[in-house]
């Protein structure tokens, strides 16, 4: 495969809401589970990656929502995202654990929860299950709401403050 057929598959599982929606409603249609979780993914590190193989070996497909910069600056303030939207898109649907990658303006995800309806809701170990944004809307179909571990040592903050003190 050369480059560019390996970029244009990348690129591919980055979707807007209709596509991902539309993909959604596929993959369930043939019996398959749909995971999804979101993030800021600002800095891609370890922890991350942990996270995400985690949530993608709950179901067949890990669709991720990702934070646009506009939400991203509202939730971690004026100095994030480090990263554009761009390459943290790509980084994300460059790992062959994520199969669809959806950005949200929106402070939460809740919009995009309702509108693929996923089998199971993820988040990190910082989040109870009842606190999750979207919770309700996943065990009103029958779906699973889940808290995943997190891998000490490991956040974007923690990266930023590190960078910083240089």
């Given amino acids: 495969m050369c480059p560019m057929e390996a970029l244009a598959k990348i690129t591919a599982k980055i979707m807007d809401w209709q596509q991902v929606q539309q993909q959604c409603a596929a ?11 979101n993030g800021c993914f600002d800095i891609l590190h370890y922890g991350h990656l942990h996270y995400l193989a985690q949530a ?29 939207e761009t390459t943290r898109t790509m980084m994300m649907a460059s790992l062959a ?22 089998n199971i809701l993820v988040k990190g170990g910082d989040w109870r ?4 944004v979207g919770s309700d809307v996943v065990l ?11 891998i000490d ?7 930023e403050t590190k960078i910083r003190s240089w």
């Fill in 27 to 37: 993959w369930k249609a043939i019996g398959e589970t749909v995971v999804f979780t």
């Fill in 56 to 84: 993608r070996d709950l179901g067949h497909h890990l669709v991720v929502g990702m934070n646009a910069a506009s939400s991203v600056r509202r939730l971690k303030g004026p100095n994030r995202p480090i990263n554009d």
């Fill in 97 to 118: 654990f994520v199969d669809a990658v959806v950005l949200f303006e929106e402070d939460t995800p809740l919009e995009i929860i309702q509108l693929i309806q996923p």
């Fill in 129 to 132: 299950p009842d606190q999750i």
């Fill in 140 to 150: 009103a179909n029958g779906g699973q709401v889940l808290s995943l571990p997190f």
């Fill in 153 to 159: 040592g490991y956040s974007t903050t923690a990266i």
